[in-house]
Nanobody
Framework: QVQLVESGGGLVQAGGSLRLSCASS????????IGWFRQPPGNEREFVAA????????DYADSVKGRFTISRDDAKNTVYLQMSSLKPEDTAVYYC????????????????WGQGTQVTVSS
C-alpha cells in the first residue's frame, strides 16, 4: 500500500492560483487511479477531481471545471491539482486517495488517504 502526502496548500487571494501535490511516500503509485477531494469548514467531504492509472481519463466536479486541472507524473510518483481563479468557496482541506477510478468519481470510495492540506482563499 502506498502512503500519500499532500502539500502545496496555503493562503491565497481570490482570483489567485495554487498547485497541490499528492506524492507517494516509500513506494510508487504507478498503475493506481488517484482522486482529489475536499472538505469545507462545516461541510461534508466532496469530490473534486480524479485521474485514471494512465492519465488518459480525467473527471472534475462541476464546481471546478475550467478552473482546476489534475495531472500525474509517475516518474516522480506525484499527482498534481492546479487550481486557478480561486474563489472563497474553494476554501477547504484537500485530500488525495488511491482507488478504482469509477469508484473515486461516483462513490468517493478510496483505499488510501493522505492527511490533507489546507487551502484558504480570501476575498
Amino acid at each position: 500500500q502506498v502512503q500519500l502526502v499532500e502539500s502545496g496548500g496555503g493562503l491565497v487571494q481570490a482570483g489567485g492560483s495554487l498547485r497541490l501535490s499528492c506524492a507517494s511516500s516509500g513506494g510508487t503509485f504507478s498503475g493506481y487511479a488517484i482522486g482529489w477531494f475536499r472538505q469545507p469548514p462545516g461541510n461534508e467531504r466532496e469530490f473534486v477531481a480524479a485521474i485514471n492509472w494512465s492519465g488518459s481519463s480525467r473527471d472534475y466536479a462541476d464546481s471546478v471545471k475550467g478552473r482546476f486541472t489534475i495531472s500525474r507524473d509517475d516518474a516522480k510518483n506525484t499527482v498534481y491539482l492546479q487550481m486557478s481563479s480561486l474563489k472563497p468557496e474553494d476554501t477547504a482541506v484537500y485530500y488525495c486517495a488511491t482507488g478504482i477510478y469509477r469508484n473515486l468519481v461516483d462513490r468517493m470510495d478510496g483505499y488510501n488517504w493522505g492527511q490533507g492540506t489546507q487551502v484558504t482563499v480570501s476575498s
